[in-house]
């Protein structure tokens, strides 16, 4: 037994001319309550210390370009090259979908490093406060994608399992909800609680890595059950580009976290 995809409009709001959907609701709301968060983490935990309530306010729009610019080029760059590369106008059609969740961290990472050479911020621990928060940008993401009945995963005999409309008449594993779950909220919990630890806080950059390691764990793991991209299929019949993509992670995580251990004591 699977469940039909319920029939959500991908439009959450139309006024007229003006189109607003889900997905940009997702990003929004991931923006929003993320720079709230971040600026409840310095207060509480980071007090009298940069980057302070102020710098925060002002790396959000940094950081809404780095996600922006560095999500597209990353989709365009890992997942169809050659596309675009044939159809070059295409890549500034952000509204017909296509981001890359490591291009947009990877664009994030440079607008964070560039921003705390400006200010004089120590960048590993913005990048530290910033992580406490990406999971909540991710759960709505994923949330999205599920809205927009794309990126689902493979077929499957599950209970749970549901037909997507794009998927044909298969019962799929939703596994959109899967990363919501894994990348969203038990990421944040495993933050939530490391942050309040002294011995986290005081080893900077623990906390960045181990939300990169987490990330890529999860990533890696749900990538088993989501149906692989049309235009890329599995490499050597077993591996996903997003597999391919988080293995860099997980080794720059693990270096991050020697890094931080040594350098700031036991």
């Avoid at 139309?14 to 929004?28: C, K, Q, S, T």
């Avoid at 309530?53 to 922006?68: H, P, Q, T």
């Amino acid at each position: 037994m699977a469940f039909e995809f319920p029939n959500i409009d991908p439009v959450a709001i139309e006024l007229g001319p003006l189109v607003i959907r889900w997905y940009a609701l997702a990003y929004l709301a991931g923006i929003l309550l993320g720079w709230k968060y971040c600026i409840y983490l310095v207060d509480k935990y980071f007090p009298n210390k940069r980057p302070n309530a102020e710098d925060i306010g002002d790396f959000v729009s940094w950081a809404v370009l780095g996600v922006i610019v560095g999500g597209r080029l990353g989709y365009v760059t890992f997942y169809q090259p050659e596309y675009y590369f044939d159809n070059p106008a295409d890549i500034f059609k952000v509204w017909q979908g296509g981001m890359s969740f490591h291009g947009g961290l990877t664009g994030v990472a440079i607008s964070m490093f560039v921003y705390c050479k400006i200010k004089g911020i120590e960048f590993l621990r913005l990048t530290d406060i910033v992580a406490c928060s990406v999971p909540i940008g991710l759960f709505f993401g994923r949330i999205a994608n599920f809205i927009n009945g794309e990126l689902f995963g493979r077929e499957t005999d599950v209970s749970w399992a549901v037909v997507f409309p794009e998927g044909g008449a298969i019962p799929r594993h939703p596994s959109q909800i899967y990363e919501a779950l894994l990348e969203g909220i038990v990421l944040f919990i495993i933050l939530f609680f490391l942050v309040r630890l002294k011995y986290f806080r005081e080893k900077t950059g623990l906390l960045t890595a181990v939300f990169l390691g987490g990330y890529s764990a999860f990533r890696a793991f749900v990538e088993f059950f989501r149906e692989p991209d049309f235009y890329l299929g599995l490499f050597w019949e077993s591996v996903s580009m997003g597999q391919i993509l988080s293995l860099p992670m997980i080794l720059i995580s693990i270096g991050l976290a020697y890094y931080s251990i040594r350098k700031f004591g036991k």
